[in-house]
């Protein structure tokens, strides 16, 4: 299976602004989902926003307005574009798919198995 592999992380101050890069996804199901997860240490992982192969959308309350999620097929590439940055956005954001058959973790409705090593963003006050 072609691994998850993140780019784009980085520290920024608050309102800035970062994009986020996912390679290696695939749909291997019809409804299929692609998605972006991300974790402070000491605190559960937690689904910021999510993508159908059918391109439908869904997003955190907490982001919703200003991270948007997005996908080139042709370069099997997935992104997360974040705007309006803040302080509590700062986690390790990793990328998610469903490969193989493990167990399935639910997120926004989306089911996923398989995650990225991740990327840092931290945004400064």
């Known amino acids: 299976q072609v691994p998850l592999v993140e780019s784009g992380g980085g520290s920024v101050q608050a309102g800035g602004s970062l994009r986020l890069s996912c390679s290696g996804y695939?749909?291997?199901?019809?409804?299929?989902?692609m998605g972006w997860f991300r974790q402070v240490s000491g605190k559960q992982r937690e689904a910021v926003a999510v993508?159908?192969?059918?391109?439908?959308?869904r997003y955190a309350d907490s982001v919703k307005g200003r991270f948007t999620i997005s996908k080139d097929n042709a370069e099997n590439t997935l992104y997360l574009q974040m705007n309006s940055l803040k302080p509590e956005d700062t986690a390790m954001y990793s990328c998610?798919?469903?490969?193989?058959?493990?167990?399935?973790?639910?997120?926004?409705?989306?089911?996923?198995?398989?995650w990225g090593q991740g990327t840092q963003v931290t945004v400064s006050s």
């Open positions: 695939e749909y291997s199901y019809s409804g299929d989902c």
């Open positions: 993508i159908r192969s059918d391109g439908v959308t």
């Open positions: 998610a798919a469903r490969k193989g058959s493990l167990r399935l973790v639910n997120g926004l409705d989306c089911w996923f198995n398989a």
